[in-house]
């Protein structure tokens, strides 16, 4: 259960969606993105950080769909998620999860380099500056209040990468198409 809700978030994430404080209350979300909440107070402008470069390569999004088409070829994730699975067992959907999870964890390992987006242990002390929060790298909850270094406890590190590696697209090929249509010809 706890892979399904991993990859809402991620999907959530990826489209712009904020997540809730509690992200196992996401299945209990509709499905626009929620209100923001009363106690999360917003923070003085930060200094700005120097953004990195952005090299745009075809079709807006074709990154993010390329990234999508190789995690359909490799662990049919996709398929996995349009599929309705509530008549399923838990039994025949964990058998499933398991090449899903195999073949996604193996393009994640060859596409990105992950990392925690905050170092430090879960329910760990821990004190913020500003930077981090400014670069979207931290999330501040509960009592917000005052200017930067917080002190807090780190409830979940978070994501982040440093090397996004993806193949050359295919010459030709529409950048937008995630998987082809299969048709058996007799």
């Known amino acids: ?25 996401l299945p209990l979300l509709p499905a626009a993105p929620a209100p923001a909440q009363a106690a999360v ?21 074709a990154a993010a769909v390329q990234l999508l088409a190789l995690l359909q070829r490799e662990g049919r994730l996709l398929d996995f998620l349009e599929e309705p699975i509530d008549s399923f067992t838990d039994a ?19 596409v990105l ?5 905050l170092a430090g242990a879960e329910n760990a002390a821990v004190e913020v500056a500003a ?13 917000v209040a005052g200017a930067a270094p917080f002190k807090g406890v780190l409830r979940h590190p978070g994501w982040a ?3 996004i590696e993806l193949p050359a697209a295919a010459t030709g090929q529409d950048p937008l198409v995630i998987a082809p249509a299969e048709v058996e010809l007799s």
Do not use: Y
């Open 113 to 117: 380099v992950l990392g925690p987006a």
């Open 41 to 61: 107070k917003e923070l003085p402008a930060p200094a700005p950080v120097p953004a990195a470069p952005v090299v745009k390569q075809g079709p807006e999004g």
């Open 161 to 163: 990468t440093t090397r």
């Open 131 to 143: 930077a981090p929060i400014a670069r979207g790298a931290v999330k501040l909850v509960g009592n």
């Open 92 to 110: 025949q959907i964990g058998g499933a999860v398991r090449s899903i999870h195999k073949g996604c964890k193996k393009v994640l390992d060859q």
């Open 1 to 25: 259960m706890r892979f399904l809700l991993a990859i809402k978030c991620f999907f959530r994430v990826w489209f712009g969606n904020k997540l809730p404080d509690d992200p196992r209350l």
